[in-house]
């Protein structure tokens, strides 16, 4: 027998405006017995049926829904359904057919909550981050492996949201093997290694690969510092776009050595107008502001951080800040390209923070673009949470 979750009166609300997560706050009682990530009937406090979702005793987030139609079955065919959706949905797009690098399951947003998948080349990486997720783990598993006729899968079950649904970390080859020390994918004309097995998230951020291709289009001729930048996906481009010099920043040893072994792998590109600096942005900003050195594009892509809304002021004091500092090391006219990947930041809560240190810059500070995740990174309009990335392709006179 499913178990029955009831909610609180007056707790359906987010429920039927399609948001998928149920708070603990907001759940009655358990009808029947559930072990972590079972599938439970969710029904509102007079007993209508609403959703099925996947049972989490230990997260806040007590279950994540499957589905809103209370009659779908979850099971194999479901997973079949909902995999086979998101990859056609990529498929759709031509701007998103044949790249080498592609998210292919973006969790809630494509209705397959805790569960991500990457392809890099003929290797998929999936991440599971629910109980729910870790549950249908196998039937996962195969419908990638069928459904997208990769050579091998490997696991990156490795992200601190496991921790909050009681889940320890997993990591391992699912389906096949191979060395990882040649993994490189081709993203807009650049060659990038990949390192699934250490690297942030999947191993690349593929999120920002149309933004990668704005920043080379700008660069032509252009002085570019490039913060926080990982593994060099910004500074390869602005390279590749002609950049006259490109400066890049990031406090991690490794991954300025892996951005230099990057490098190397693209030998149209002038290594010779590439500086790479380790060091903390916060101070390296304020450093070159002092030395009065000036950029005519300047890239901010920090790491997250404002988790949950809960982080914000503490967060929008640190954003201020960098694009202050950054505004200040602009010559006039020269543009800033700006990120917050905080789920914990709205939209409108960033351009504000972006106001701000426009005001305290004492310069005019236009919107040219507005920017987000690119297309294998959907949001879902009723999971706002989804929205994590937002950015701004700003001028600065
Ligand atoms: N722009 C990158 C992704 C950035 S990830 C890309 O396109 O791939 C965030 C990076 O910020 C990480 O590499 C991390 O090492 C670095 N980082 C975090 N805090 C930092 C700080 N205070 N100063 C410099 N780098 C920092």
């Not at 060659?191 to 990668?212: E, P, W």
Request: hydrophobic share 40%; proline share 4%.
């Amino acid at each position: 027998m499913t178990a029955i979750l009831k909610l609180l009166p007056g707790k359906d609300k987010t429920i039927k405006a399609r948001h998928p997560w149920i708070f603990a706050g907001a759940v009655g009682e358990l009808i029947g017995r559930a072990k972590p990530g079972d599938t439970v009937d969710v029904v509102a406090a007079n007993g209508r049926p609403l959703a099925r979702a996947a049972f989490s005793p230990e997260s806040q987030i007590r279950a994540r829904v499957w589905t809103f139609d209370v009659n779908e079955t979850i099971d194999h065919a479901f997973f079949k359904r909902r995999i086979g959706a998101a990859i056609a949905r990529r498929e759709a797009l031509p701007e998103l057919r044949g790249q080498q690098g592609l998210r292919l399951i973006h969790a809630e947003s494509d209705g397959l909550p805790g569960i991500t998948a990457d392809r890099y080349g003929d290797t998929v990486v999936v991440a599971l981050t629910s109980a729910g997720a870790e549950k249908w783990r196998d039937a996962i598993v195969d419908t990638i492996y069928k459904t997208t006729s990769c050579a091998r899968i490997y696991e990156r079950s490795d992200a601190s949201a496991r921790s909050r649904e009681g889940l320890a970390p997993v990591v391992g080859w699912r389906v096949g093997e191979a060395s990882t020390d040649d993994l490189v994918i081709t993203e807009n004309g650049v060659k990038m290694s990949v390192d699934i097995i250490a690297g942030h998230k999947t191993g690349f951020y593929l999120d920002q690969r149309d933004n990668r291709r704005r920043v080379g289009e700008l660069s032509a001729n252009k002085r570019v510092l490039n913060c926080f930048c990982y593994t060099g996906g910004f500074s390869l481009q602005a390279l590749e776009g002609g950049a006259s010099e490109v400066i890049s920043v990031d406090s991690s040893g490794p991954a300025l050595a892996t951005a230099q072994r990057n490098l190397a792998l693209n030998p149209q590109l002038d290594a010779t107008c590439a500086i790479w600096h380790e060091a903390d942005v916060f101070a390296d900003l304020r450093a070159r502001h002092s030395a009065n050195e000036k950029f005519d594009l300047i890239v901010l892509d920090p790491p997250k951080f404002a988790p949950s809304a809960a982080h914000a002021d503490r967060a929008a004091r640190a954003y201020k800040d960098i694009n202050l500092q950054a505004m200040k090391c602009l010559n006039p006219g020269g543009m800033l390209m700006t990120y917050s990947c905080s789920g914990g930041i709205t939209v409108a809560h960033f351009q504000q923070i972006i106001t701000d240190a426009a005001t305290d810059a004492a310069r005019t500070v236009r919107i040219l673009h507005r920017v987000q995740g690119a297309a294998d990174h959907p949001v879902d309009v009723a999971f706002p949470e989804g929205e994590y990335l937002k950015g701004l392709l700003l001028q600065v006179d």
